[in-house]
């Protein structure tokens, strides 16, 4: 790949007629779900570039997607519901494949298996975590939830679900304004609650349940404006903010208020091993701040690998950078108004055969580029080759979606792209 030539998507996919505002990849990377403001969603098939199932999720805009199981989506609208779909492979032929652009009425609905009333006035996200610690998410059949609260500015409400019960209130930073994003949780067997506010403020919380009390470990204003999105990095050691000012951040998830340098950024297995640390003031100091001279980036996504993360940025450009060092390393350009979302597949070294780059410069070189030799080399071991040998057209289709460094970016516009590098 000749580092002069810019990047080219690999589709762009058209169907929305309305602004795309959330994106994820579900199933092993076999559908990629958006969802635009006028509430529609869309699941396209990766393996040959279609809708394959569309339905109308909201009323309004819909501000958040995320997927519980393999058969089970949730869905946050501004239109105060939360709602979880039954939603399986077996339940797409019965779906309309028609995109939104043409204007099917009546269009059949998977199943609701359950409608949470929650705040949507400020536009922030629902955030989903486990029940129990040892589990994911989609290995639970209970499951909490965060939402900004409808009544108390700064505050946050935890449900149970299946329930719908509210079993928390918080109120993490009073005067900070409204929440603009949310995670929750678990880390060394407690749930942590991130809140990012409308004055540039962020805090990392952990429940200590037994006392009845949320312990604040972290709280710094990085920005100037408000936060428009953070994600968590995978090893949950840090996070990273995006606002609507040109400052991305990155800040530490202590443990009890413990200096950040007591927390690997990398390895997944030191998760579960709270270091030993006695409690003290909350940490007030990020890792890192930079000015990347591009105000308002939005939809922050972190890659499951954890070596780089994206925004959509308003000026229509979607920028790729190193989550170590925070350098941009690309910048993907096509469309031409603003985007909103962004979303990555999950990555499987193990069977990835994309063209990656290995971003060596971007978290380790001095440049933030990576090496000559290292653009677009493609790996792709002789024993997967010969394994795809003997697949058919499909099976090499699917293949390649579930494999690919997939980068999905849904714009103004009502378009998606669809790139594949790194």
């Known amino acids: 790949m000749d580092p002069s030539i810019p990047p080219q998507p690999k589709a762009i996919l058209r169907g929305h007629k309305a602004q795309v505002h959330a994106a994820v990849f579900i199933r092993n990377n076999e559908r990629l779900v958006t969802a635009d403001a006028d509430g529609y969603l869309i699941v396209w098939d990766l393996s040959i570039m279609r809708p394959k199932a569309v339905w109308r999720a909201h009323q309004k805009t819909v501000l958040g997607i995320k997927e519980w199981s393999p058969e089970r989506l949730v869905t946050h609208g501004r239109d105060h519901e939360l709602i979880i779909w039954k939603f399986s492979e077996e339940d797409e032929p019965k779906l309309s494949k028609a995109p939104p652009l043409d204007n099917v009425p009546d269009r059949p609905k998977p199943w609701i298996q359950h409608v949470l009333a929650v705040n949507s006035m400020n536009f922030c996200s629902f955030a989903m975590a486990s029940c129990k610690a040892d589990q994911s998410i989609s290995e639970s059949d209970e499951v909490l939830v965060a939402a900004a609260n409808p009544v108390i500015l700064e505050g946050v409400d935890i449900y149970h679900l299946p329930s719908q019960r509210r079993i928390h209130t918080l109120k993490p930073l009073p005067g900070a304004g409204m929440p603009m994003a ?6 060394y067997g407690s749930l942590h609650l991130i809140t990012a506010y409308e004055n540039g403020a962020a805090v990392v919380q952990r429940a200590n349940l037994d006392a009845g009390e949320w312990i604040t470990l972290y709280k710094h204003q990085a920005h100037s404006q408000p936060i428009l999105s953070f994600d968590v990095s995978p090893c949950f050691s840090y996070f990273i903010t995006s606002s609507a000012d040109a400052i991305i951040a990155k800040h530490p998830i202590p443990q009890d208020g413990a200096p950040s340098s007591s927390f690997p950024e990398d390895t997944e297995k030191d998760k579960g091993k709270a270091p030993e640390q006695k409690a003290h003031e909350p940490v007030t100091a990020p890792l890192k701040s930079v000015n990347t001279k ?18 959509a940025g308003w000026d229509s450009k979607v920028r790729v950078y190193s989550a170590k060092s925070l350098k941009e390393v690309a910048v993907l ?11 990555f597949a999950t990555i499987n070294p193990a069977t990835s055969s994309s063209s990656a780059l290995q971003i ?15 653009r677009g080399q493609q790996v792709v071991s002789v024993s997967q080759s010969r394994s795809l040998a003997g697949f058919n057209i499909r099976d090499r289709r699917i293949n390649q979606a579930r494999t690919a460094h997939w980068i999905a970016a849904g714009s103004k516009d009502g378009k998606v792209s669809l790139w594949d590098i790194y």
């Open 182 to 187: 949310l995670s929750i949780f678990h880390l």
């Open 294 to 311: 591009h105000s308002g980036q939005q939809g922050l996504k972190i890659r499951s690998d954890g070596t780089i993360f994206a925004t």
């Open 333 to 343: 350009k096509w469309h031409q108004s603003g985007c909103y979302a962004v979303a």
């Open 360 to 374: 060596t410069s971007g978290p380790g070189n001095e440049n933030g580029k990576a090496s000559e030799s290292q």
